[in-house]
């Protein structure tokens, strides 16, 4: 589509950052010298290539290089540990890595990720053993023809934790992709007239869907390329660019509705139209405040996931109404079906398992044919979310991927984390659980079992995972029980929501400094 909107409409900005923008013309070009270097470094089509870096302009160059050159886009979590991603990497056998010079200590050594054969450096003085990014695309020779790439060719390899504890990687398709992107249009009414602002980490698959969208259009994307979120910096975004949609998670909208009086009305976003809420549930008297905020905007609640995509969707004119749902199906979408353990469909009123029909849900998991046909009944697709549909068609989440934590946006699950506290040499047991967070929605909680005449403190629990989890996977609070005080089924699994009932902490101490 780059190459699309290059010959009808070269000069017209099709991306930006702080430091640069691309016209389409050279955004075209600049993805065809990087996808030719690469091919040129030996990789062939359908080879799996890594991307780790903040948000920055590079990463829109990378995926429309990788699609022209056949190659598949693994995106990488930069808030992932060096030990997690060279687990990704070994997993999907990635030929090729492209990393910011500035996360490149993350970046395992040769020896840990032997099938990475070609490593591509952006920013600073290039290391040993690496290439030079710019310097690549500068000096690479357009072929006069490129690998052929068909609708069901996989475009990207995009890796979510599952409950296993161990990340799995859903496969995408270019058909896939491009159905979302209409899909996504037709629904919430983009044009080539808008202008987006994407805030959400690039490597996620909210800003790459998004993206995605405004590419098909030939619109404009923004990219908020700080490493961290600056609220005042956002909604000086939002004011110089006119920017006229963004999607955004409870905890942004909180520090944004948290800046001075005066910064705000400095800053007054009158041109956003549409406001997207995700991630994580918002209360009503927080979409109240975003509304008094964005004057002009309407306000949307998205549920959706890496593997199935967009799935429902609750519209402005349900935002109090129907406060707490998800909203209903998607545009194109089939209709929701609720299942219990057997597979067969639940009455309305009663909790199932959520199963998805859409046209661009995810083809299966890479090399777990297994997990696919659990994914799958049918034509229906489940992540392994519970879910209510009430009277009117809208549907209720009831349990978020079988304890599922949410804090600031970032899904945690808890068997990882218990899968690395086990670790410890004086830990028993443990069952991680999620609890209220007033700025994160929640905070990730450790009830540890330590065994017999053992000493062990909660710093020394803390540097523990340290080292091996994610920052924001690490327990912010522990609570140290006997086994017995661990609500169990019959089988002799801890109930982790009877547990969340039993844990009590004041709410000054489940405030994340």
Known sequence: MVAHHARLRPQQIGAADSRRQLTYLNWSQRASGLASALLAQGL????????????RIEWLEIYVALARAGLVALPLNFRLV??????????????????????????????QSPDVRVRVQMDGDTSQGWLDYESLIQHASTPDTWPEVHAKSICALMYTSGTTG????????????????????????????????????LCHANSLYFANTFIHL???????????????HLL???????????????????????????????????????????????????KNAILGLFPNGQLYELYGSTEAG???????????????????????????KLLDAQRHEVPDGETGELFSCTSYAFEGYWGA????????????????????????????????????????GENIYPSEVEAVLCTHAAVQETAVIGMPDEKWGETVVAV???????????????????SRLAGYKQPRHYVFKHTEDLPRTATGKVMHRRLREAIELPMQEMSMT
């Open 44 to 55: 062939q089509p359908g080879e799996r290539v890594a991307i780790l870096a903040y948000n």
């Open 448 to 466: 540890v079992v330590l065994k017999s005449s053992v000493d062990c403190s909660t710093d020394d629990l803390k540097h523990w995972c340290k």
């Open 236 to 286: 000086m975004l939002l004011s110089k660019h006119k920017i006229t949609f963004t999607s955004l998670v409870p905890t942004h909208y909180i520090l944004l509705l948290a800046l001075p009086e005066d910064v705000k009305q400095q800053f007054a976003p009158s041109s956003v139209a549409r406001l997207l809420v995700s991630s994580a549930p918002a209360n009503a008297s927080l």
């Open 82 to 111: 060096s030990s997690e991603i060279a687990y990704i990497l070994k997993d999907a056998q990635v030929s090729a890595l492209v990393c910011a010079h500035s996360l490149q200590d993350k970046a395992p050594a040769p020896d």
């Open 166 to 201: 161990k990340p799995k990687g859903a496969v995408r398709s270019h058909e896939a992709s491009t159905l979302m992107a209409y899909a996504t249009a037709m629904e919430m009414g983009f044009t080539c007239n808008d202008k987006a602002l994407l805030v959400m980490p």
């Open 218 to 232: 030939a619109a404009c994307i923004v990219i908020d390329d700080n490493a961290s979120f600056d609220p005042q």
């Open 369 to 408: 044919p297994e997990k696919t046909a659990e994914a799958f009944a049918h034509e229906w697709c489940s992540v392994g979310d519970m879910a209510m549909r009430d009277a009117d068609g809208y549907i209720w989440l009831k349990d978020r991927k079988s304890n599922m934590i949410i804090s600031g």
């Open 310 to 336: 967009w799935v429902t969707l609750l519209r402005p004119e349900d935002q109090l109404t129907k406060l707490g749902s998800v909203g209903r199906e998607w545009a194109g979408s089939g209709a929701i």
